[in-house]
Every structure is written in C-alpha cells, then in structure tokens.
C-alpha cells in the first residue's frame, strides 16, 4: 500500500512538472513580443522582419515536430524533456542583446526547436501522468496550458519592458530561471517510457495517426488551420496593431493586443470539459468565427475595447475547439503512440501559423494592417462551417 501511495505521489508531481514545464516553455515564446515594438523603433527591425522572426519561430517548431516528434517514445520523456527546457533557455539568452534582427530570428528559432519537443515530448508527458479521473484532464491540459503561457509570457514581459529595470533584458533573465527550476522538478517526476531501440530512426520523417485517429483528422485539421491563422496574424503584427490601429507604442498594450487572442483559451477548454469532442469543436468554431467578425469590424472602427473583449471570447471559442481536436485524435491512442500523434496535431498547427505568416509578411508593403486581417479571416470562414456541418464523434467518443 506504502508502494502504490508512493507511486502515486511521484505521478502527481511529475504531472505537475510536465505541466508547468509546458507553460514556460511557451510563457518563453510569447515573451519578445512585447519588445517586438521597441525593436522596431530603436534598432529599425521592419514590420516585414518581424512576421519573418515570428514564422521563424513556427517554422522551427514545425521542424523540430517532424524531425523529433517521436523521439520520447525511445529515448524517454524525461530525458527530451530536458532538452526543450535547455534549448528555450538557451534562446533567453542569446536574445539578451538583440540589436538586428539576426540574433532576434536565431534565438527564436532555438526557442522553437523547444516549442516542438515541448509539443509532443512534454504534452505526452502530461497525458501520461495525468490522473485517470477527469479522462478529459489530460488532453485538455495539453490543448490549453501552450495557449496560456504565451499570453502570460506576452504580459509579463509587456509589465517588465514598460515599468521594470533592464527593459530589454530582464524578461529573458526571469523565464530562464524559471525553465531551471521546472527542469529540477522532472527530476523528481517518474519516467513514463521504457527506454528502447530505435531513437536515431525515430529522427527520419514520419507522421504516425492510428486508424481510429485517422477518421477524425479532417474535422481537427479544419479547427487548428481556421484557428491558428489568426494566432499567426496577432503573434506578427500585435504590436503593429497597438501602434497604428490604437495609437500607442506601450509595450503592456502591445502586450495585451497579441495576449487577449489566448488569454482565454484554458478557460474554453475547461468549460467544455464535459461535451463530447465533436461538440467542443462545434461550439468552439462557432464561437470564434462570431468573434472574429467583431475583431475585424472593431480594427476597421479603431476601436480598441471592442477589439479586445471579441479577441477575448475568441480564445475561449479556440481552447474549446482545440481541447476536442486533440481529445478526439488521442481516444484510444496507446501510451506509445501519444507522442506521434501530439507531433502531428502541433505540426499542422504551426504550419497554419507559419505559411499565412510569412505570405502576410511579405505582403505589407502593398496591404494595411485591416486588410491583412481580412484576407487571414477569411481563412477561417470555410474552416468553421466545414466542423459545424461535418465535424463527427471518435470511435470511443
């Protein structure tokens, strides 16, 4: 009985770790956002250059998820933990003298390679220790905590930037000793994966789905690519938004504009806990296609509360479609198949991000910022009526 207490006790503190692992790791990608403003104005990086930084970001979470998205499932998941942690706190400190935008685009790109293997590695984690009841906690964990740790980090750093000392520094400093003491916790958390061969053929690209997994992707698809566009066109152009649309170069307004997107997205997630997945997703796009609406009718007014309360009930209409997609695709998945899956669900995710972005980045010099939104929003339109009008239930559901 001492045994099974204290196994039990290891699984919740390694689900706690994973956990809080998996919002700082993505608490450190929304971070330089705040600054992209004051980047722009001292160093003269371009509004281009910056959605170029911000599709370096996803293009490397990408990258990582296709290359080493199943790496865990051979090597463990505590050791692939440890590497994400080391590479995001790695980015932290090479952008603590970002002056152009090449070190801007490099440590974006390690905080990336960190995002994916926290993506799939550490997300498998979580649903691996997670407690067997709620069923639902695992996925939505997972579907949720990224969502709310770059608004956190977003604001954080917005805070920092505008009232705290060593503005352009100190955002770095604070995450990176935050990401060391998430990685002194998985230390104590129990190793969920027997250690097997086959790790370096694991790095060969492959998208594994299992067949039940495979019958709903459709729907899923549909919700990150309707959803994440827009994720791409506030992570770019956020703070260009504060700017020109609302008149303010506040770093915590910057902030606020890029993090009200996702604010909400756990709360989505957790509210929907009890519906099936098909529901959630149902629900979840009707709600974000609404509030999208009001997004781009509240830019094209210059009016920034409006703008924010719809972006608000937008990410809660995204966490709760998100949490469905990834809760349908992972129903009766095997413990060794969770991180194949959790890759691909995030891979499609950020190359929702990072194609639009980087189109969109290129395409400020001939279209204003309303206009950008229109053509992204218009994105999500097919997207939405695709799931309310097709969107089915998992095999187990």
Known sequence: MFTTMHRAKHQRLGFLAASLSLGTIFAVAGSPVALYETYRLEDGITTGQLAVVAATYFIAVAVALLFFGRISDYLGRKPVTFIALTLAAAGCLLMLNVHSAAPLIAGRALQGLGGGLASSAVAAYIVDTAPSKPAWLGSTITGTVPMFGLPIGALLSGAL???????????????????????????????????????????????????????????????????????????????????????????????????????LNPLGGLMTGRLSPANKQRWGMAIFMLSITGVITSLAANAAVPFLISSLVAGAGWGAAFSGSVQSLLNNAQPQERAGILATVYLISYSSAAIPGLIAGALTHVLTLLQISLVMGAVTLPCSFYVLLRAKESPSA
Not at 190 to 213: M, Q
């Open 161 to 263: 930037v505008e009232y705290g000392p060593a503005p352009r520094q100190l955002i770095y400093l604070v995450l990176a000793i935050l990401l060391t003491l998430c990685a002194s916790l998985i230390v104590f958390g129990p190793e969920t994966v027997k250690r097997t061969p086959g790790t370096f053929a694991s790095v060969r690209p492959k998208l594994s789905l299992p067949p039940e997994s495979r019958r709903v992707l459709p729907y899923a698809a549909a919700v990150i690519l309707g959803t994440w566009v827009m994720g791409a066109f506030y992570q770019s152009f956020g703070p260009a938004v504060a700017d020109v649309q609302f008149n303010t170069n506040n770093a915590l307004v910057a902030a606020a504009v890029f993090a009200s997107i996702m604010l």
